[in-house]
């Protein structure tokens, strides 16, 4: 009888223990998982790559901090300290550029999502301010659903909801709330210019919408 009672009882410790370290080993493996997915794959500071097509500059990004998660369920990059983009089109000069303090680029969409003080200037000198843009290169479109400033032309446009290419020759403000306008050397301010470049390079021009 007592031989009975200590055999039931090695084999339910057995048993407990078993089960205990199964659950301590399936515990481990998914913080570790947790770990993993919630770390970039690869990340670098102070950071600038240029795209170049036949030989020339087409773009060029400059950012003080890049993550790649390229092993997310959905890949993207993220620029948490925000990036400048000058857009060259195989000139010696930018022609265009678009800054925020945010941004996020998705791989499977090659969408851009920038946030927070968002500024994208023009070739042409125009200016679009906002603090919420999306930037889809393959559709050459860029839009907005928030608040948004455009100046061109002689006058400075606000209202809600954006949507143009990339270059602003076709542009549309879904819902206007202001027009303001503005002498022609008003047009691209100082602080303005700076976006392109350092150096501030002269971009100034008109369009028409």
């Known amino acids: 009888m007592n031989?009975?009672?200590k055999y039931s009882t090695i084999m339910a410790v057995l048993?407990?223990?078993?089960?205990?370290i199964s659950s301590c080993d399936r515990k481990e493996v998914v913080v570790k998982d947790l770990q993993i997915k919630g770390l970039p794959t690869s990340s670098?500071?102070?950071?600038?790559?240029?795209?170049?097509?036949?030989?020339?500059?087409?773009m060029l990004v400059r950012t003080p901090l890049i993550q790649q998660f390229s092993e997310d369920e959905i890949p993207h990059t993220l620029f948490p300290e925000g990036l400048t983009v000058l857009f060259y089109d195989k000139q010696d000069k930018p022609q265009g550029s678009i800054t925020s303090k945010y941004a996020r680029y998705t791989d499977k969409d090659e969408v851009w999502e920038l946030r927070d003080s968002v500024v994208a200037v023009s070739d042409k000198g125009?200016?679009?301010?906002?603090?919420?843009?999306?930037?889809?290169?393959?559709?050459?479109?860029?839009?907005?659903?928030?608040?948004v400033r455009f100046t061109h032309d002689d006058q400075?446009?606000?209202?809600?909801?954006?949507?143009?290419?990339s270059r602003f020759s076709n542009w549309t403000i879904k819902n206007v709330t202001g027009t303001i306008y503005i002498r022609d050397e008003q047009k691209v301010a100082p602080a303005d210019r700076d976006h392109l470049d350092p150096a501030g390079p002269d971009v100034s021009g008109n369009s028409h919408p």
């Open 3 to 5: 031989t009975r009672i």
């Open 15 to 20: 048993v407990i223990g078993t089960a205990f």
């Open 44 to 58: 670098a500071r102070d950071v600038e790559t240029m795209y170049t097509d036949s030989g020339k500059v087409t």
């Open 126 to 147: 125009e200016i679009l301010e906002t603090e919420l843009l999306f930037w889809s290169q393959p559709r050459d479109k860029i839009w907005s659903d928030r608040f």
């Open 156 to 165: 400075v446009v606000m209202g809600t909801g954006f949507d143009s290419d």
